[in-house]
């Protein structure tokens, strides 16, 4: 695409936010060539996003930090987490809703949220061998273990605790 007549207009016009603005809702990744300012204009960036949710990697710092703008690229495309500022990578909210569209953003969650069971019962939902990266503590609750013994089976088995291995309940699934 770095030569199609796209992108050639887009780097043209790359100061001119109408274009931009226009343009980014049928090929998000043009905003690649807009100057910083479109960049960092939110009304552009979420028309992108809304698409795209990979067209927040060219977003300006500042909109990386806004939750709203977060919560629309997630919902699109949940790994467009790892884009976002510190701040929202330890926002509860956001991580909740990346991890239903992908559980694997586990890995780009704050300390305190890979120890917090409610996005990390999401995120095995979603994708049970994630589980490795969640805190040794849910590794060890049995609520967290069998969400991600259901889906995962055996793939997952290693990373929960050697304790629960044993448990019925979690050898039932496991036998299903």
């Given at each position: 695409?770095?030569?199609?007549?796209?992108?050639?207009?887009?780097?043209?016009?790359?100061?001119?936010?109408?274009?931009?603005?226009?343009?980014?809702?049928?090929?998000?990744?043009?905003?690649?060539?807009?100057?910083?300012?479109?960049?960092?204009?939110?009304?552009?960036?979420?028309?992108?996003?809304?698409?795209?949710?990979?067209?927040?990697?060219f977003a300006s710092d500042e909109l990386k930090d806004d939750k709203e703008v977060l919560l629309t690229a997630v919902k699109q495309a949940g790994w467009t987490c790892c884009y976002a500022s510190d701040r929202l990578?330890?926002?509860?909210?956001?991580?909740?809703?990346?991890?239903?569209?992908?559980?694997?953003?586990?890995?780009?969650?704050?300390?305190?949220?890979?120890?917090?069971?409610?996005?990390?019962?999401?995120?095995?939902?979603?994708?049970?061998?994630?589980?490795?990266?969640?805190?040794?503590?849910?590794?060890?609750?049995?609520?967290?273990?069998?969400?991600?013994?259901?889906?995962?089976?055996?793939?997952?088995?290693?990373?929960?605790?050697?304790?629960?291995?044993?448990?019925?309940?979690?050898?039932?699934?496991?036998?299903?």
């Amino acid at each position: 695409m770095a030569d199609s007549p796209e992108v050639i207009e887009a780097r043209e016009k790359t100061n001119d936010r109408a274009y931009f603005l226009e343009n980014v809702k049928k090929i998000p990744s043009l905003i690649e060539w807009a100057n910083d300012e479109i960049r960092a204009d939110k009304e552009v960036i979420m028309s992108a996003i809304t698409v795209d949710g990979g067209a927040l990697e060219f977003a300006s710092d500042e909109l990386k930090d806004d939750k709203e703008v977060l919560l629309t690229a997630v919902k699109q495309a949940g790994w467009t987490c790892c884009y976002a500022s510190d701040r929202l990578k330890a926002d509860k909210d956001v991580l909740i809703e990346a991890c239903k569209n992908d559980g694997q953003v586990l890995y780009f969650a704050s300390q305190e949220l890979r120890d917090d069971k409610d996005v990390v019962l999401e995120a095995v939902k979603n994708k049970p061998i994630i589980l490795k990266y969640a805190s040794s503590r849910l590794r060890s609750d049995k609520d967290v273990a069998v969400a991600a013994i259901t889906k995962g089976k055996n793939k997952v088995i290693e990373y929960i605790a050697p304790n629960l291995r044993d448990d019925e309940e979690i050898k039932k699934i496991l036998e299903e």
